[in-house]
């Protein structure tokens, strides 16, 4: 049994609903590329306290000089000290290293949070629902929805929505060690439009007079409750006059 025709014994499952009409169309839906930046929180590293506790109490102009005291390596100490300086944890001045305010409070929170990382993910903004959508695109032959809003621009995206997104997909990637945050959002770039397969049925239930809408999703794979509203908001008062 194909789709449209197990839906559609769903859909009448009940004996006092009645099939009016049902279609299937292609929902817009775009992707775009969202660059951004993430920063990561870690417990922080044993020879980073160390240091950090080294150049509150003291003053230091060379990492040898910080070798000398914690009997490490001038070459690893070198290592965490660029890292520090990039993450603005200390700063270098004619005294020597010192704290930063952030270095401070990493240091008593005991949380490393390293520097904001670029990033770039794709993702699928649908203009009708107003939000991205989840799930893999088919693209269908079907005509284009006929409420579709073609004046439509990247910069109508929220940028709430773009982080809600990006926590999402962030969250679907395994996270070993630390926490991940999203830190900034750079941009929004629209690649391609796309055409989702969407499955209509136009209902009457004929005991209280009541027409609705029911409209599968083929890229969530359920039904879509935002596409049944939006078109009843849109066309109830058409259908009254049409299937009369």
């Not at 930046?37 to 950090?52: Q, Y």
């Not at 990033?119 to 079907?142: C, D, M, W």
Request: glycine share 4%; with cysteine; proline share 2%.
């Amino acid at each position: 049994m194909d789709l449209q025709k197990r839906l559609q014994n769903e859909v009448l499952r009940n004996a006092n609903v009645k099939l009016l009409a049902s279609e299937t169309w292609g929902l817009p839906v775009h992707s775009v590329e969202i660059t951004y930046e993430t920063v990561k929180r870690t417990p922080m590293d044993i020879l980073m306290k160390m240091l950090l506790i080294s150049f509150r109490k003291g003053r230091f102009q060379t990492a040898e000089e910080v070798s000398q005291i914690l009997l490490v390596e001038s070459l690893f100490i070198e290592d965490m000290i660029d890292a520090m300086i990039g993450a603005g944890l200390i700063v270098k001045n004619k005294d020597g290293y010192s704290l930063t305010d952030a270095g401070s409070q990493q240091l008593e929170s005991g949380i490393y949070v390293q520097s904001p990382e670029r990033q770039e993910k794709t993702a699928y903004f649908s203009p009708i629902h107003n939000t991205f959508l989840v799930g893999e695109i088919k693209e269908s032959r079907a005509k284009s929805f006929r409420l579709t809003n073609n004046e439509w621009r990247t910069d109508m995206i929220p940028e709430s929505s773009v982080r809600e997104i990006l926590e999402k997909l962030q969250e679907d990637e395994e996270e070993e060690y630390g926490q991940t945050s999203i830190h900034a959002v750079k941009s929004v770039t629209e690649l391609e439009l796309h055409s989702v397969e969407c499955i209509e049925f136009r209902l009457h239930q004929v005991a209280d007079d009541r027409m609705y809408a029911r409209v599968w999703n083929t890229m969530t794979g359920e039904w879509d409750q935002a596409l049944e509203q939006f078109i009843i908001e849109q066309e109830l008062s058409d259908w009254r006059k049409t299937y009369k």
